[in-house]
C-alpha cells in the first residue's frame, strides 16, 4: 500500500499534466488528466499509441459519472449501479468539458470506475477525471505488475504506483448500451453472462469491422515480441516440438521437452487463467524462446476473453488470410 503522501505526490503529478501509471483490479493504466488535451497528448506520446484510437475515462466513484455526463440511457445507469466499481467500460455521449484527443473526436466517451483502492484514492485526490489506456506500448503486452510498467515505459512516465499483481489481469469489458441493442465491443474480465443477467441479451462484436472503433479489438494486438502460435495441444507440435520454444498451457503441462513452460491454472480455473495470462506471457517473452506455442482456454466466462487476446497476439505473426 503506497503511503498517502505518496498518492498524493501522484495527485499531484496528475493535476499539473504529468502521466502516472496506477494499478487496477483488471491492467496497470497509464493516467493523465482527462480535461487537459496536453496531458492526454503525452498518454499517445509515451504509448507510440495511434491518434485514432481513444482512451477511457476513469472516474473514483459511480457518482461523479452524472456531474459529468448528465443523463444517461436506463440500460447504461442499470449497468454501472450494478457493475461498478468494477471490470466494466461505458461507452457515453462525450461531455464538453473532455477534450476531444482524449476520445479521438469521437462524440461518444468510454468510461469506467476501477475497482482498486489505490487508483480510487488517487483519482479523488487529484480531484479530475483520468483517462487511461494500458500502461504499455501501443499493440504490445497489457501490464499486471508494476514491473511490467517500468520495463515497457521506463523513463516516459513520471510515477509508477506499485500495488501489486492485478486481480483480474485481463482488460475491462466494454459495452455500448446507450441504444436499444446493448453491444459488447470488447470482451474482458467481466463475462458476458454476468452482462446478461443484469440487462438481458447482449451483443458480441469485438472488432467486427476494420474499422478500429475499438483498436483493443485490432486483429494484431496484446503480442508478446516474441512470435505466438495458437495451437489446440501441444501433440500437434510434433515429436521435436518443444526444442527452444515455451509452452503456454491451460492445466496440465504438455509432454515433451519445451524450453520453458507456464500452467495457468492447474486447478483449471478460468478466474485464475485469466489473472496469470498477461504475467505469463511477460515471462515466456523473456526466457529467449524463439516461438510461443500457446493452447486456447474452454471458451466460457472470462475464458473468452483470454481466447480473444490470443487469437489477436497470434495474429501479429500468423495474419488471418
Ligand atoms: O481495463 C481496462 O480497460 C484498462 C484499465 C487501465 O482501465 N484500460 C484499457 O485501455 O484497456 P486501453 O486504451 O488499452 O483500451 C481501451 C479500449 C481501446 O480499444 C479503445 O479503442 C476503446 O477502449 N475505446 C475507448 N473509447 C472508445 C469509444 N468512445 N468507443 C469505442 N471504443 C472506445
Ligand atoms: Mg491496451
Redesign the pocket.
Known sequence: MPADGDLGEAADVLRTGGLVAFP?E????LGANALDARAAARIFEAKRRPSF????T?LADAADLAPLVGPVSPAVAALAARFWPG?L?L?VDRPERIPPIV?SG?D???V?V?DHEHARRLIAAAGVPVA???ANRFGQL?PTRAEHVVRGLGAAVDVVLDGGPSRCGI??T?V?ARGDHPVV??L?ALPVEELEKAIGPVTVRPGSSGQ??????LAAHYAPRTPLRLVHGAESVGADGGAGRGYLAFRDRPAGHWAAVEVLSAAGDLTEAAARLFDALHRLDAVGVTEIVAEPVPDAGVGRAVNDRLRRAAATWHPAP
Open positions: 487496477t483488471t491492467v496497470y493504466g484510437d481513444p482512451l477511457i476513469h471490470p467500460t461507452i476520445t469521437l461518444s466517451m468510454a469506467r476501477p487511461a489506456p494500458s497489457s482488460e475491462s466494454i455500448d465491443l470488447r474482458g478500429p472503433v475499438a483498436p483493443g479489438t
